[in-house]
């Protein structure tokens, strides 16, 4: 884990992998965006997105039940696939169960990735099993579809759009703050480790904005409004200013953030709110006066405002304290 | 590794997990097959494979240069497309490389992921690269299409149909063995290394044989007919006779056995050939007047009748010393 000003190692080296392959023929958009599109017969685009995780690197087992591991796997892959404005549809998991892992916890992760697979109505149509002679690994591929001119990619976003965001941010890094902690967490705290397991995508809000017809640009937040809008702005070639006051910082996170004082810790809700990341909400843009238009195609889930798209490169955060650049925010490398 | 009577452990562990997932609703054929198919508009049919492999698992760094695990790892996967009688499109690729491996051999082995993605006309479209904290881990899903009426699966041999394999066996294993013996290979047994290191998927034989109308069953050979064979005739519900003296046994690989025993190990050819798995040739079946039809469809390549299928679940192997089980051969649990 490294933070770095410009950008992620992760990001610079599938940059310098992505040029070794070939330049796709058939393919409307490859690496880079929350998933690949191919096209289909008949005007539909077929999305593709595949992630791998890896115990000791994006999951502990000391802090997740084998059910959770499972569902957060497949629910991160099914973000990408809402974060396109698309639908997902089918699943192929690949999993690396340690050797000394015991039926009752392989079977448990089994239960979990069914569990999500139900809700996203997405089916597991296959697989690969192995015993893992390192550390559990899961690497999920899904597939979705969306309408040509429905998709929403990380490209598009203009000078003056207004930058959005679903629901709130900072539960799942607040969550995983209290997991580490190691200290019972009281009841009333208990929203911010759900969501750290059990993460909620958003396939509802990205089909509705995506038929909205107003959205510039839009992708998922899996690591943080402070990395993904880096990521944003790059791929649209556009600079962004946000407004710290303006963040949905989740009530719980606050709550969470006044317990872990008592322990001693000191994480500060908006730090965890910008770069904690696994919140996967939305991130997306719109022109400015298109706010009723978001609203009423996304109906209860509550959208907020946190700052606009400038001209330029540059991503900056402006406070009560004055302007600074936005710190490109956790990555995996 | 384990040698077991009835069912492997890996098959056995699939089952299970599969019985824990969704059943799928708008899918053709699901978990059990080289590949699973999902309908498109238009009649044709979306195959989906992944694979993953670990070092020390699957592969030892030792034995075989970055490029050729990629290489390797990418060619399995679209060894299970040509199975089914269809053409790879695009795959997705998620790489977990060791915190230790410097830049130029993670780049050798996205050198041979596009090498052979270019023989394989394969747009690689996405992935996911991490930093791993333990072994090199590759998972590949890999996309083609096949007409509807095309397909080939396990199921569909009957009682009375010849059973097939291309080209020849145990080049693979003998190749292993070699690189094993850790002395330096005789440079007439190059073959059998190369056919370790870079296996040639069936492409245009498996797209030929579907097309030739007359094949019942057909599956790769990635495990060694030994294992592969019972899988087909489970598939399939049927038994099998495969006589010992048909095996297309590769000159290379008796050479091979011919040197390691000069220096004190004792492989046999034939164990070789049915045990030793990866020679990624095509296992089929179809009745036995069809042959000639087979050799027109197929043109150059040769193909060897190794045995029939018989009513009834035993598969059997016939010798000069009588006939014996076959035994359900090499897996990896």
Redesign the interface.
């Known amino acids: 884990v490294t933070r770095q000003p410009a950008q992620s190692g ?1 990001d610079a ?2 940059a ?2 992505a040029a ?3 330049v ?4 409307r ?3 880079g965006d929350d ?2 599109a ?1 096209a ?3 005007g ?1 685009l ?1 999305l ?5 995780l ?5 999951f502990r087992t000391e802090w997740a039940d084998p059910a959770s591991l499972g569902w957060k796997a497949l629910a991160q892959n099914v973000s990408d696939i809402a974060a396109m404005g698309g639908t997902p ?2 699943a ?5 169960l340690p050797a000394g892992w015991a ?1 009752e916890r ?2 448990g992760v ?2 979990g ?2 569990e999500m ?2 809700v996203a109505h997405v ?13 559990l ?1 899961l ?1 999920i ?1 899904v ?1 979705g579809r969306v309408a040509e001119g429905e998709m929403l990619t990380r490209a598009g976003a203009r000078p003056g759009d207004a930058i959005y965001v679903t629901g709130t941010l900072g539960r799942a890094a607040a969550g995983l703050r209290l997991l580490q902690n190691g200290r019972p967490v009281p009841l009333d705290l208990g929203a911010a480790v759900e969501a750290q397991h059990r993460p909620q995508p958003r396939l509802a809000a990205g089909r509705a904005l995506a038929r909205s017809g107003v959205v510039s640009a839009m992708m998922d937040l899996s690591d943080g409004l402070a990395t993904d809008l880096h990521r944003l702005c790059r791929a649209s070639g556009v600079g962004a200013v946000v407004e710290r006051g303006r963040l949905p910082v989740d009530p719980v996170v606050i709550a969470a953030c006044d317990w872990l004082a008592m322990a001693g810790a000191t994480p500060d809700p908006v730090d965890l709110a910008l770069t904690g990341g696994e919140d996967f909400e939305l991130l997306f843009t719109a022109p400015p006066d298109a706010e009723e238009t978001l609203r009423v195609a996304i109906g209860d889930l509550p959208i907020t405002c946190v700052g606009r798209i400038t001209a330029g490169a540059d991503v900056v955060l402006v406070g009560i304290t004055g302007v600074a650049p936005l710190p490109w925010g956790f990555t ?2």
Do not use: N
């Open positions: 992760e080296l599938i310098a992998l070794r392959l070939s796709p023929r058939h393919t958009l490859a690496i998933a690949a191919i289909l017969p008949g539909e077929l593709v997105t595949t992630d791998m890896m115990e000791g690197v994006h549809t089918h192929v998991i690949a999993l690396a039926a392989c079977a089994y239960d990735l069914r697979a139900e089916d597991v149509v296959g697989g690969d099993t192995i015993r893992s002679v390192g550390p690994t690497s591929t597939l995996h490398f």
